[in-house]
């Protein structure tokens, strides 16, 4: 059984920052590309941001120049920096991960439960 823990989510006004943390846990091979992605209320969930195993980072639009997305392979763990967050950041945040479970289980996609982050205007 994996499973994929976020923390970091907080309170915090116009401009702050915050960063996440994504710890993955269980039996794990190989670990590939990893995100984070945001449902904010009424709304679809979207992708914020990517990282590919070889570092290869992607972003929204929306959070370009403010987030960055990192990894730390030794630790299994997913980050996400954000900085300049805006009342429209506010949102569950979902860390994701594709991954191995062993050298032929194949690719599976595991999600996190979700950190509130919420921005005050």
């Known amino acids: 059984q994996v499973q994929l823990v976020e923390s970091g989510g907080d309170l915090v006004q116009t401009g702050g920052s915050l960063r996440l943390s994504c710890v993955l846990s269980?039996?794990?091979?190989?670990?590939?590309?990893m995100g984070w992605y945001r449902q904010a209320p009424g709304k679809q969930r979207e992708l914020v941001a990517t990282?590919?195993?070889?570092?290869?980072?992607d972003y929204a639009d929306s959070v370009k120049g403010r987030f960055a997305i990192s990894r730390d392979t030794a630790k299994n763990s997913l980050y996400l920096q954000m900085n300049s967050l805006k009342p429209e950041d506010t949102a569950v945040y979902y860390c994701?991960?594709?991954?191995?479970?062993?050298?032929?289980?194949?690719?599976?996609?595991?999600w996190g439960q979700g950190t509130q982050v919420t921005v005050s205007s």
């Open positions: 990282i590919s195993s070889g570092g290869s980072t």
């Open positions: 994701t991960s594709d991954l191995w479970y062993s050298p032929l289980s194949g690719r599976t996609t595991y």
């Open positions: 269980g039996r794990i091979f190989k670990i590939t590309d």
